[in-house]
């Protein structure tokens, strides 16, 4: 039997989903800015790694350019499927006070804001699609991935968002305790640009900066996924990849429960 509070929130989400797509659609102009972005950063990538692999004997990292445009073309897919853009507002709704008529509804605020981000990306996957067929015919990239990776895709896909998801509303949670939280996002995304795997395969890094990678929650969010999305992985890492994902999608729950709680507590000392 469902639970009850699960039947909430999923209607919740359905109806959060249907007025955010209304919303959504009235911006389109805004939505092709944040996909031209999204697809011009792994193109600047892709061609820095190229020139380099060329000058480098024809590889770089383990990848040629073939390679690399095929990892940064997958990249771009999961970064967009698992993006979340509640770093841009959630510091002015806590300052102006928003989640006061928030915290009176009956489930998560994070609720609500998971269905603004799929509403989001429904409306912009045909335009990605499209870039990606440019792409395509431009840089011919190297996607070849057995059969098992390609049924893994998905659950890694999913506990790529979860990770990614939740940790970005962990950092966001900072604006509950600091006035400004500009210094404490931006180090967040360096550190997801890095060790994420998001500016270059973890393979070009040194072998202490990938060891770090690996036991933080980035690679996971992005690098590892795209990586069995391409096929470099053998069936005993793909196996530690996601037990490494569930592991990290259960740690930010569970700290993501507590932080809310203390958040919530000091939101209430501070407007009451």
């Known amino acids: 039997m469902v639970p009850e509070s699960l039947r909430t929130a999923v209607a919740v989400v359905r109806a959060q989903f249907t007025v955010s797509l209304a919303v ?15 697809v011009l950063q792994p193109v600047l990538y892709l061609s820095i790694w190229s020139t ?39 510091e002015a709704r806590v300052r102006r006070g928003d989640f006061s008529p928030l915290l009176l509804r009956p489930v998560h605020p994070i609720v609500a804001d998971l269905a603004d981000n799929l509403a989001y990306k429904v409306l912009t996957l045909p335009l990605l ?15 070849a991935p057995p059969a098992w990776a390609v049924a893994l895709v998905a659950p890694a896909l999913l506990l790529a968002f979860v990770v990614r998801f939740v940790t970005t509303w962990l950092v966001a949670l900072s ?9 404490v996002i931006q180090a967040y995304l360096l550190l997801l ?4 795997g998001q500016a270059a395969p973890l393979s070009v890094l040194p072998g202490w900066a990938q060891a770090i990678a690996r036991a933080s929650p980035f690679p996971w969010m992005l690098a590892f996924p795209t990586e069995l999305l391409l096929g470099r992985l053998a069936p005993s890492e793909a196996a530690t990849g996601l037990g490494m994902q569930l592991l990290w999608a259960a740690a930010s ?20």
Not at 27 to 34: P, V
Not at 129 to 143: H, M, N, S, Y
Not at 193 to 196: A, D, E, T, Y
Request: with cysteine; proline share 2%; aromatic share 18%.
């Open 24 to 38: 959504q659609f009235q911006y389109r102009a805004a939505q092709a800015i944040w996909l031209v972005f999204f």
């Open 52 to 90: 380099v692999a060329r000058s480098s004997g024809g590889q770089v990292g383990g990848y040629e350019p073939r390679a690399l445009a095929g990892y940064f073309l997958c990249s771009m897919w999961l970064i967009h499927l698992t993006f979340n853009g509640v770093l841009v507002f959630f």
């Open 129 to 143: 699609g499209a870039a990606t067929v440019g792409l395509v015919i431009a840089f011919q990239p190297l996607v």
């Open 175 to 183: 604006a509950f305790w600091l006035v400004r939280t500009q210094a």
């Open 193 to 196: 640009l890095f060790l994420g």
């Open 253 to 272: 729950l569970v700290l993501l429960r507590r932080c809310w709680r203390a958040a919530v507590r000091r939101y209430t000392a501070v407007g009451g």
